[in-house]
Structures are given as C-alpha cells and as structure tokens.
C-alpha cells in the first residue's frame, strides 16, 4: 500500500511501514511544516493512504468534502511510536480492504469507518 505519514504521527511508524513494504512518504523525513490542505492533495495525487493524530483531517474531508484516498486518525492516549505501531498493525491485519478511500478513526479500543461512495 501506499503511505503518508503525517509529521505528528512521526518516522518510526514510517520505518516500520517500509520494513513491512510499503511505499511511505513521511512528512517529519521530507516536508516538515507543511500544511493541511499541501498534504492531503499530495496524498491525494499521490493515491497514498494519509496517516495522521491531527483531527483537522476527518473535518477537512468530512465538512470541507476535500478529495482524498483515504484517511487515518489516530485518537490514542498513548501517544508513543510503539502504541501508533500497534494500532497501525492492527489496522492493516484487519481493515486492509477498508483503508482505501475512507476516513478511518482509530482509538487505544476501537476502529470507526466512514465510508464514502465513489
């Protein structure tokens, strides 16, 4: 699959997605301090999967109906890369067919879909 990772959601959980052989783009590695709407039409264009802790994203593609390819927030109150991973993990061992454009919010205990057509 193809990644974005969000500069809040950091270069471990990238390192991780390319040692598991994925195409990742990591925003805190290449683009530091790029903003919002910069990320998610690169992702985007891209057709990469955004990965983010930055909740701006759900209302962006939720209320503002910005195109993307999908989304992933990350609400965790373990914020360290280790927790991120395992989520990430588990996402991908049982969400995979559902990443894709969707905007995904993921908890520390549950998954929530929001599907969009087309």
């Known amino acids: 699959m193809r990644f974005l990772v969000d500069?809040?959601?950091?270069p471990t959980v990238a390192r991780w997605l390319r040692k598991q052989g994925h195409d990742v783009?990591?925003?805190?590695?290449?683009?530091?301090?790029?903003?919002?709407d910069y990320l998610l039409t690169k992702a985007y264009s891209?057709?990469?999967?955004?990965?983010?802790?930055?909740?701006?994203?759900?209302e962006k593609v939720v209320r503002e109906t910005k195109p993307h390819w999908g989304v992933?927030?990350?609400?965790?109150k373990d914020e360290?890369?280790?927790n991120k991973i395992?989520?990430?993990k588990h996402l991908l061992e049982n969400y995979a067919s559902e990443l894709e454009g969707n905007l995904i919010i993921a908890?520390?205990?549950?998954?929530?879909?929001?599907?969009?057509?087309?």
Do not use: H, M, W
């Open 25 to 36: 783009f990591s925003v805190y590695e290449e683009a530091r301090g790029a903003d919002d």
């Open 46 to 58: 891209e057709k990469r999967i955004l990965i983010t802790n930055d909740k701006d994203f759900g």
């Open 7 to 10: 500069e809040c959601t950091g």
């Open 107 to 118: 908890t520390d205990k549950s998954v929530r879909i929001i599907r969009f057509k087309g």
């Open 72 to 76: 992933i927030i990350l609400r965790l």
């Open 80 to 82: 360290r890369s280790e």
């Open 86 to 88: 395992r989520v990430v």
